[in-house]
T-cell receptor
Framework: AQRVTQPEKLLSVFKGAPVELKCNYS??????LFWYVQYSRQRLQLLLR??SRESIKGFTADLNKGETSFHLKKPFAQEEDSAMYYC????????????FGSGTRLQVQP | NAGVTQTPKFRVLKTGQSMTLLCAQD?????MYWYRQDPGMGLRLIHY???????AKGEVPDGYNVSRLKKQNFLLGLESAAPSQTSVYFC??????????FGPGTRLTVL
């Protein structure tokens, strides 16, 4: 069965420091991976997806199939990055539902 | 566009009571999903639908039923609520499922 692991419940950094939110997955097929973010008092929203290879709000994530990882990185954290981050996996089947990790709360201190 | 809306926002039930949560989307999306969010467990899929008139079980379907009679609506029912169903419920919709759009959530407490 597919599984997404986010080992850190809380990551606290200072403004301007680099950030890396870890995500590992287990899936035997060809995965599609996403990062979703939930800011305080806002609904969950897509941050980025691996197939787009894009940078959103300074965040990037590279799929490493060898290490089955999809870590989220940003070189210089901002206070407005404080939020709950979820890594998610979609199987390549008709269901298209997301399997979420348990989430990591990023706290950026001034 | 309102996007994805959920009704109600909050609800308190007694054990054994029933209720229906309504999810509505105005984006003409084919796929709709119900998730529950519990502390330390992320979001888990309850039921989903790949089109009007279709529903299927997700990861944690027991104790819930769903219906998708209209494309824009996806209803989640609890026939006999239990304290273990205390959670925050999120609805989502998508077209190609590359991006899921989430509702604001419903906070349900079962006493």
């Amino acid at each position: 069965a597919q599984r997404v692991t986010q080992p850190e419940k809380l990551l606290s950094v200072f403004k301007g420091a680099p950030v890396e939110l870890k995500c590992n997955y287990s899936y035997s097929g060809s995965p599609e991976l996403f990062w979703y973010v939930q800011y305080s008092r806002q609904r969950l929203q897509l941050l980025l997806r691996h197939i787009s290879r894009e940078s959103i709000k300074g965040f990037t994530a590279d799929l490493n199939k060898g290490e089955t990882s999809f870590h989220l990185k940003k070189p210089f954290a901002q206070e407005e990055d404080s939020a709950m981050y979820y890594c998610a996996l979609v199987m390549d089947t008709g269901r298209r539902a997301l399997t979420f990790g348990s989430g990591t709360r990023l706290q950026v201190q001034p | 566009n309102a996007g994805v809306t959920q009704t109600p926002k909050f609800r308190v039930l007694k054990t054994g009571q029933s209720m229906t949560l309504l999810c509505a989307q105005d984006m003409n999306h084919e796929y709709m999903y119900w998730y529950r969010q519990d502390p330390g467990m992320g979001l888990r899929l309850i039921h989903y639908s790949v089109g009007e008139g279709t529903t299927a079980k997700g990861e944690v379907p027991d104790g819930y039923n769903v219906s998708r009679l209209k494309k824009q609506n996806f209803l989640l029912g609890l026939e006999s609520a239990a304290p273990s169903q205390t959670s925050v419920y999120f609805c989502a919709s998508s077209q190609t499922a590359d991006t899921q759009y989430f509702g604001p959530g419903t906070r349900l407490t079962v006493l």
